[in-house]
């Protein structure tokens, strides 16, 4: 047998067992907590015992001192921001390598985003990014800790702190990574977390927030509340206007049942992701995401870079190699929002409106705004690391990745 030749070649797969199945993410755990959230007769949060709990537990995981629950991941950055004082004309600096969660809430509050570009190498966006992006009208900065992996969130802080700017971190991908021992999103003046179906932890749709900060914590509630003081006053005399987004107590039972689980789920992840991270860093041509000093990543997933001088091929020709030889790499991550979504092309976000574009400045949008991210965006693989997978998963990955990349590197003369 040919163990050279590639499989898309007509060679021998690397894996020909089926790759693991998603496991059985919820259990028994959810269903009594289920049981006693409808046993309340009321499923609603302030009325309840879970969300109250569930807020309870976060705290006591994460550190913080504050934690509330809301109805994504999407609302905890919108009401995180609009907490932080964010507002029309504003400039909030981004990462432009996220989801749409991360900035409408920017723009539903009349700001502009601006958008850093990332480290080519750990796809995350760093000080000097951010300092090159600042003006006088920066008003916030939102750090996305993408892929579970913790973004260098220190100097980050320090710059935001000197400059009297609010750090809100999207932790939508990082539930349970830590920079020296400590949670990520509790750095910055707000953490925002997601629930929604496809995270470590789920509850089919939620989000929360945590934050060291009283003043920050009570405005933050009012904005997830429509502006309600459920504690201190009736609902009358709003101060602001504030959307609605409540959580459930069905979400927050389910939520309390996978907070239980996190701590496994989280280690699993980083154990299988060091020895991924090992063994790609030993092989010529590929580039493991890096990592932060005295980062814990918890890899909701895993970008692996490419080296195309090296390796004569692009991502996509070598995701199809990957893929012949039975590992599940994807080709390439998402482009940067602002090439993919429409409304930032048009800067028409809203009906009859051009607003919030039309409040000041309007950066320049579109191919070239952030290189690093245009073409990392392209030029990597992406491998869908989870806490299903055994050592021999990751094994047979490195395998695979050391045979085809050996022979491109053979057939591009390196």
């Known amino acids: 047998m040919d163990t050279e030749k590639l499989a898309i070649d007509g060679g ?13 993410r919820f259990g028994e755990e959810e ?19 879970k969300t109250k709990a569930f807020c309870a537990k976060l705290c006591q995981t994460t550190g913080a001192k504050f934690a509330l629950a809301c109805s994504s991941g999407t609302a905890s950055i919108h009401a995180a921001l609009k907490a932080c004082g964010v507002g029309p004309g504003d400039e909030v600096i981004t990462t432009p390598i996220t989801d749409a969660g991360t900035v409408v809430g920017i723009i539903y509050e009349g700001a502009i985003p601006v958008f850093a570009d990332v480290d ?4 995350n966006i760093t000080v000097d990014t951010i300092a090159a992006r600042y003006t006088s009208r920066t008003r916030a900065v939102v750090v996305v800790h993408l892929q579970g992996n913790p ?20 932790c939508a991908q990082a539930w349970g990574a830590k920079v020296d021992g400590q949670w990520v999103g509790t750095f910055g003046d707000v953490g925002c977390f997601s629930l929604n179906d496809f ?10 927030i945590v934050t060291n900060d009283e003043g920050l914590y009570r405005r933050a509630w009012l904005c997830i509340d ?7 006053s009736s609902a009358r005399g709003l101060p602001f206007c504030a959307p609605n987004y409540r959580i459930t107590e069905l979400q927050s039972a389910v939520a309390i049942a996978q907070l239980g689980k996190l701590d496994r789920i989280v280690s699993r992840r980083n154990e299988l992701g060091r020895r991924l991270v090992d063994g790609l860093g030993k092989i010529d041509g590929l580039i493991p995401s890096k990592e932060a000093p005295g980062a814990y990543p918890t890899w909701w997933f895993h970008l692996i870079g490419l080296d195309p001088a090296k390796l004569g091929a692009n991502a996509k020709v070598l995701g199809d190699a ?15 929002v602002y090439l993919q979504y429409e409304f930032f092309r048009t800067q028409a976000a809203f009906n009859h409106s051009t607003w919030p574009f039309s409040n000041g400045p309007v950066p320049p949008y579109g191919p070239g705004y952030c290189p690093n991210a245009e073409r990392v965006a392209l030029e990597c693989l992406n491998f869908p690391l989870n806490q299903w997978l055994s050592e021999q ?7 695979a990745a050391a045979k085809v990349t050996a022979a491109f590197r053979k057939r591009a003369g390196r």
């Open 199 to 208: 995270k470590h932890i789920g509850a089919g749709d939620g989000g929360a």
């Open 393 to 399: 998963e990751i094994d047979d990955t490195l395998a």
């Open 120 to 123: 080519p190498a750990s796809y």
């Open 151 to 170: 973004a260098d969130i220190k100097p980050i802080v320090d710059f935001c702190r000197v400059r009297n700017l609010r750090l809100v971190e999207d």
């Open 322 to 336: 990957m893929r012949a030889e039975g590992i599940p790499c994807g080709s390439g991550y998402v482009a940067p």
């Open 31 to 49: 269903l009594q907590e289920l049981r006693e959230a409808l046993d309340q007769n009321t499923l609603f949060y302030m009325h309840g015992g």
């Open 226 to 232: 429509k502006c309600y003081d459920r504690v201190r």
């Open 12 to 24: 021998a797969k690397t894996r020909t067992q089926a790759w693991p199945t998603v496991g059985k």
